[in-house]
T-cell receptor, first 115, second 113 residues
Framework: GAVVSQHPSRVICKSGTSVKIECRSL??????MFWYRQFPKQSLMLMAT?????????EQGVEKDKFLINHASLTLSTLTVTSAHPEDSSFYIC???????????FGSGTRLTVV | GENVEQHPSTLSVQEGDSAVIKCTYS??????FPWYKQELGKRPQLIID?????GEKKDQRIAVTLNKTAKHFSLHITETQPEDSAVYFC????????????FGTGTQLKVEL
């Protein structure tokens, strides 16, 4: 079945630095990528939706200059957390839809800890 | 936008009993309703889904029902087993806005021996 590879699985960074998270679709073309953030014991909250070759659409309250999303190809989307702060510590998960729109394939998630 | 409410937030059942989790949605344009199981630190796993043109779907011990008029849908797990213990999320997809999924708040299911 469809697979989305997400890296890194865990990352610890210092306050003020940037972290890049990658999601690759391995056996299909991801025309749309959704990026979620999940705080402990909470639900998945959509941060933004990106379509290949176009600018991402951010949900209300999500800072687009802080969470940079790039979807330059049909198999790779990246989320960069810039100037990270401890409150950005969370579980970040991507989810891809293919051109056929048959479903949503989730990455394995990235546990970000900002110290 | 879409709003999905989910109840209960925690559910404890004895092994072998049934578990029911309920969700309501707000946008009548929503047309796809998946249910996910998530274990701690892992990605959500799709366990069953239903489309708006169907009222009920069953897959072995798991079933989902949908009432479009009332805008609610439910997950039913029968003959629960300890390995069913996890957090379960419902979601709803609206065709507008990029076909994004809106998730419920989650239900922590604990199946006790």
């Amino acid at each position: 079945g469809a697979v989305v590879s997400q890296h890194p699985s865990r990352v610890i960074c210092k306050s003020g630095t940037s972290v890049k998270i990658e999601c690759r679709s391995l056996d299909f073309q991801a025309t749309t990528m959704f990026w979620y953030r999940q705080f402990p014991k909470q639900s998945l909250m959509l941060m933004a939706t990106s379509n290949e070759g176009s600018k991402a659409t951010y949900e209300q309250g999500v800072e687009k200059d802080k969470f940079l999303i790039n979807h330059a190809s049909l198999t790779l989307s990246t989320l960069t957390v810039t100037s990270a702060h401890p409150e950005d510590s969370s579980f970040y998960i991507c989810s891809a839809r293919d051109q056929g729109g048959l479903g949503y394939t989730f990455g394995s998630g990235t546990r970000l800890t900002v110290v | 936008g879409e709003n999905v409410e989910q109840h209960p937030s925690t559910l404890s059942v004895q092994e072998g009993d049934s578990a029911v989790i309920k969700c309501t949605y707000s946008d009548s344009a929503s047309n796809y309703f998946p249910w996910y199981k998530q274990e701690l630190g892992k990605r959500p796993q799709l366990i069953i889904d239903i489309r708006s043109n169907v009222g009920e779907k069953k897959d072995q011990r798991i079933a989902v029902t949908l009432n479009k008029t009332a805008k609610h849908f439910s997950l039913h797990i029968t003959e629960t087993q300890p390995e069913d213990s996890a957090v379960y999320f419902c979601a709803a997809r609206t065709t507008g806005g990029g076909n994004k999924l809106t998730f419920g708040t989650g239900t922590q299911l604990k199946v006790e021996l």
